[in-house]
């Protein structure tokens, strides 16, 4: 398998690690450095894997689910769309019970076999719609602020 | 296929005619904006609109990659709001947000781009939720 195959493939098992809900594995794929350039995110796999789990607990359905795969030298850019119901409260939003379905676009430098570095882009203004909020500041953001202890 | 440039060039120097060197009679936006017409006119149409709310708009490229015929391009946006934007009124405030497109080229122009800009950190940064 060429490096390129090889770093596909580590992120297509990341995404299923995810699904599954097995964050235990995380390890396995994420440099403990892992560098998070998401807006309002800190590096470290440990913020990761709360922000990971903070997800699932609000959307335990939650599921993303790679539309298009593209890598050159040690970056895989990935579009996928993100689907879930809101089962549980989410930065600060009551559950609603609503459907989210939204896409998102994702870059990660591979170093040393993990995944080291992510830039995302995700389409939150359709989130935010789809949760039925009014134009307020996002449950996102305040998603965000539950997990900095 | 790093041609893909001009797009980006087009925004910078409000030059809707780069746009048509570089875009597909055919090309496909995914998503489109509402009410955006088809093919190169609705980019031209998103070009001056953009110009138009942010007068000193630059799209700078932060990084490209290629795969076969698809080209991705992660960018940032920024400029300041000097007139409405999607209905809403100018409060003079700067924006700076990220944004990741895929491009995927046919004979030498793009046939259809996929994208997505972070406009909700946008929106708060422009004072749009605030009263």
Redesign the interface.
Known sequence: MSHIEANKALVRRYFETFNAGKLEKLDEILAQDYGDRL?GQSAGIEVIRSYLEGLKASFPDFTWTIE?I????D?V?V?NRVTGTHMNDFGGMKATGNRVDF?????YRISGGKIADH?E?????RF?EQLGAK????A??QFQKTLKH | MKDVTLWYEAFNRKDPALLHRILSEKWVDIPPAPGQPAGPEGAKQILVELTTAFPDLTIRIEEVLQDGNKVIVRSEIAGTQRNAFMGFPAKNRKMAIQAIDIHEFKDGKILRTWHTEDWMTGFHQLGIFEK
């Open positions: 807006e298009q593209i890598a050159e030298g970056r850019a579009m896409h998102a676009f994702q870059i830039w882009v995700a389409d939150f203004a935010q134009p307020r500041p996002s996102f953001k």
